[in-house]
């Protein structure tokens, strides 16, 4: 360095060459770089802030440690894709990007992956709804939760910030989505493994797996590379609402094998198969007509089922709940839960069913039925239904009764049931009639009074006048009611007034009873009769009057009309009397 000449530098010539010549030397010994090109680089340092790579230019460029998140394990010496954004940006230096260098070649490269089925690398970002987001070739691609793992994953966040391998499995090129797989990789491995494991599989065979998912229909089992499934029949010889309270998950457990298909890879586990049947552990004492005890773990309508014992149930059918012939639903009688007594109807060992009875536990009220309500006896009844013909009443559980509709009043004419009472009312009765074999009452209301028509027999006679007030219009003319609430009926005809106009719902006026018939319980009345009856009595008694008058005055006539009378006429007659006489 004492040698050189700083002169001749500083003047621009050194040994006798100018600075253009150094300047065009050194030049030349760097790579021809330009804008926008993407060039290969290598690294010269990594910390936690930024890269440094040398790409063979003048200076070397910096990136941020962020582009690289997707290669944690980037090291000086790497040989790296860059993008130059500017060669010498307003400070002289060289501005890179990793990132833009990836993603200039990278939706090339994912299109390349899914046809030529290659596995690639894939650095997980973070969590996103239904899976996660993953960083390939400087693309966002998906990665659902269910192609992580063949297992299911519960905790997505083990995986934020892991690198990984991938299948591309569907690009969309409109929208340039990218999905990926991680199970597909794994799925492949497996395949060969579950191959050999299947051909070796024999029904019967007893496996030791782990407890990989639980669902509502079953549970199904890892047996070291290839699944089967439990369903919930088979989980406990019980019957089992909840896989869950059965096994847990990651649970080891001994299965049997039921059935499997080598063609479609299915495999039908059993576990309550392990342990004997139920059934055949069940008392052998227990014989129709015992009474057991069990709890209820099914309702349907047509019945309960009853456990008796873990595995063995036993059928209440609802006609066996109640002494009533009601048809009625299970779930009026019991719920699920119910610890119930119930007597043994039958038992068949062999098929592995029984039924069972809850109302013989009590007596048939029907066995004693003339005892306790014998005819004539007055109760009181709750009613259950209506029909046209009459009303159903309840005097007991398991104890019903019909009253007709004639047996309701002796007064009043009931067209429906509904008028005279109301379902879950009480009602009085009186039992009419028995019919033991076929379990029917016959039963009355209004027989708990006296016949009112025995009375009514004697007051409204034919051509008595009663005071009466419309309280129904009818086609056929107008129902009246009248004292001691027995009703009568006025035709039309019967109901003009002396006015000449028609009397109408609500009037209260006078009717003469013209037809009285205690059998059939009617009363035919009439408005007009009272007072037509009146002037037809009084032009009778004129006329009667009248009539000697007439009398008298019309005999002289008579006298002078014989007096006038001809011989020849007289000798007619005569000649004429002669002839009757003879013919007689």
């Given amino acids: 360095m004492q040698d050189f000449n700083w002169d001749e530098f500083e003047n621009g010539t050194v040994a006798n060459v100018s600075r253009e010549e150094l300047d065009k030397a050194y030049d030349e010994t760097l790579n021809k770089v330009a804008d926008h090109q993407v060039v290969e680089g290598k690294v010269v340092s990594v910390d936690k802030k930024e890269v440094v790579v040398n790409i063979g230019y003048k200076s070397d460029g910096i990136i941020p440690a962020t582009e690289f998140r997707y290669n944690p394990d980037l090291k000086s010496g790497d040989v790296v894709e860059v993008y130059v954004e500017s060669v010498e940006d307003k400070s002289g230096k060289l501005i890179l990007s990793h990132k833009k260098a990836r993603l200039s070649q990278a939706w090339d490269r994912v299109n390349q992956a899914l046809d030529e089925q290659q596995i690639i690398q894939g650095f997980i970002k973070c969590r996103t709804k239904g899976g996660m987001i993953v960083d390939v070739f400087g693309i966002e691609a998906f990665l659902p939760g269910s192609q992580i793992d063949v297992h299911p994953i519960r905790d997505y966040d083990q995986f934020v910030g892991k ?9 969309n090129q409109e929208f340039r989505n990218v999905v990926v797989s991680h199970k597909a990789l794994i799925e492949q491995e497996l395949e060969a493994q579950k191959q050999e494991i299947i051909s070796r599989l024999e029904k019967g065979q007893i496996l030791e797996g782990t407890v990989k998912n639980i669902t509502s229909y079953g549970v199904f089992v890892d047996l070291g590379g290839v699944d089967g499934l439990i369903h919930i029949t088979d989980l406990s010889w019980g019957r089992v609402d909840d896989p869950k309270k059965v096994v847990e998950l990651d649970q080891k457990i001994n299965v049997v094998i ?19 049947h139920p059934w055949d552990a069940l008392d052998a004492n227990l014989k129709v007509g015992d009474h057991i005890k069990g709890k209820v773990v099914v309702i349907a309508d047509y019945g309960a089922f009853v456990e008796v014992q873990p595995g063995v149930e036993g059928l209440i059918h609802v006609s066996e709940m109640s002494w009533s012939q009601h048809l009625r639903s299970a779930q009026e009688f019991l719920k699920v839960g119910d610890e119930v007594e119930a007597v043994i109807l039958t038992l068949d060992r062999e098929e592995r069913k029984m039924s069972l009875g809850i109302k013989q536990l009590k007596e048939d009220p029907w066995e004693a039925i ?3 309500y014998p005819v004539g006896s007055k109760h009181t009844a709750k009613v259950r239904n209506f029909t046209n ?6 005097l007991e559980e398991g ?3 019909l009253i007709h509709i004639s047996d309701l009043s002796w007064t009043k004419k009931v067209k429906h049931p509904s008028e005279f009472t109301k379902v879950g009312e009480p009602i009085d009765v009186v039992v009419l009639d028995i019919d033991k074999e076929n379990r029917r009452l016959s039963l009355g209301h209004k027989q708990l009074e006296d016949n ?3 009375v009514f027999e004697g007051k409204y006679t034919v051509g008595s006048v009663h005071t009466g007030k419309i309280t129904e219009m009818l086609e056929k003319g107008a129902v009246v009611a009248l004292e001691e609430n027995v009703e009568g009926f006025a035709t039309p005809k019967h109901l003009q007034k002396e006015d000449g106009t028609q009397a109408q719902l609500g009037e209260e006026l006078e009717f003469k009873v013209i037809e009285f018939n205690k059998d059939s319980k009617r009363i035919i009345l009439s408005h007009s009769r009272t007072f037509e009856d009146a002037q037809r009595d009084e032009k009778r008694a004129a006329r009667k009057a009248a009539a000697p008058r007439q009398k008298k005055e019309e005999a002289p006539k008579i006298e002078n009309v014989a007096a006038s009378t001809t011989l020849g006429d007289l000798d007619v007659l005569a000649n004429l009397k002669a002839q009757m006489e003879k013919g007689e």
Avoid: N
């Fill in 163 to 171: 690198t990984m391998e991938f299948k591309v499995v569907k690009i």
């Fill in 258 to 276: 039921l059935d499997f298909d080598e063609e479609k890879k299915r495999i039908a586990l059993g576990l309550k198969q392990l342990t004997p």
């Fill in 370 to 372: 003339e005892v306790k």
């Fill in 389 to 394: 013909f009459g009303v159903f009443v309840e």
């Fill in 399 to 401: 104890v019903d009764g």
């Fill in 452 to 454: 009112p028509w025995d």
